[in-house]
């Protein structure tokens, strides 16, 4: 009884963690409900942003709204014309895809606009060919389907984490750009982004869901496990998008610290490059090169 009784009163372990950032050996503890100094600090500038403070709310928010109006012109276009769009919405942990998603489906008819967030597979999946189930989810006539993460999976995660074998990682990147030539040959327009950020800005972002009972369910003990691969992401991401940025399936590289900036310039690419009825090219403004670039140049 007095065992169970100490068990029931220990502190759980601690998550916290060396990190080796600017060739300095830093602790971060995600449990620690005070941001450490060192993060607060240089979060916003990290990764080069070129920007020092956010965009102001009432731009946003101005800006945002004539965007979405634009967005709910796409889909009269597409549900009259049949068109077929798909937009893969890949990054790191905590990057900001599931807010872009969430900004750009916010006025979207439910109806002929979805969003595909898969979960790990089946075994049954294990046993497909690896892009199957994927497939399966693709748009029908006049729909638009956004995925929060997408078989790009394979291009990061699971080879960093060891969810597949080097042999199927490598099959995946001669693949993938084959694979997307028949989506675009099939008359489908696709969309890839990366949203990217700073280390620093990664790591306030989850200390801020562990300590936020309405985002604490973002944070996964699998972002925790992830802290200490950060090269080993950069270097499976600046292989990924070298591999499989091509003419007919380029990437859109957004670079992510400031949210606000990140979910407009990302709508605005989309609407440039849709060719729908009563486009309102002074509503949509112009996309911010600071911001949006093409392709694996735009990170170095």
Not at 80 to 106: N, Q, S
Not at 203 to 229: C, E, G, Q, T
Request: charged share 30%; proline share 5%; net charge positive.
């Amino acid at each position: 009884m007095a065992a169970e009784t100490a068990a029931a009163g220990a502190k759980p372990e601690s998550r916290a963690v060396e990190l080796r950032i600017g060739g300095k050996s830093r602790i971060f503890d995600v449990d620690n409900p005070e941001l450490p100094k060192w993060i607060d600090d240089d979060a916003f500038s990290s990764d080069d942003y070129p920007y020092k403070k956010k965009l102001e709310e009432d731009e946003y928010e101005k800006t945002l709204t004539k965007l979405q109006i634009e967005l709910v012109k796409v889909q009269f276009w597409m549900q009259a014309t049949g068109k077929r769009v798909m937009a893969l919405f890949e990054g790191r942990d905590a990057a900001g895809k599931g807010g872009a998603i969430h900004a750009t489906m916010a006025y979207m008819n439910p109806r002929s606009a979805r969003i595909v967030a898969l979960t790990k597979p089946t075994e049954t999946e294990h046993g497909q060919w690896y892009f199957q189930r994927y497939v399966a989810t693709f748009p029908t006539a006049g729909e638009f389907v956004l995925f929060d993460r997408s078989w790009y999976n394979r291009a990061g995660v699971e080879p960093v984490m060891g969810f597949c074998t080097p042999e199927q990682y490598e099959h995946f990147l001669k693949q993938a750009p084959r694979f997307e030539k028949m989506i675009v040959h099939e008359g489908i327009q696709l969309f890839k982004f990366w949203l990217n950020i700073g280390r620093e800005m990664q790591l306030k972002r989850f200390h801020d869901r562990r300590h936020d009972p309405l985002k604490i369910w973002k944070l996964s003990p699998m972002d925790i496990a992830a802290l200490n691969k950060w090269d080993d992401y950069t270097a499976k991401r600046d292989r990924m998008l070298k591999e499989t940025h091509t003419d007919h399936a380029p990437w859109t590289v957004i670079r992510g610290n400031d949210k606000r900036r990140a979910r407009i310039n990302l709508i605005r690419h989309l609407l440039k490059h849709l060719d729908y009825d009563g486009k309102d090219k002074a509503a949509i403004g112009e996309v911010d090169d600071k911001i949006v670039g093409s392709g694996p140049g735009f990170l170095k």
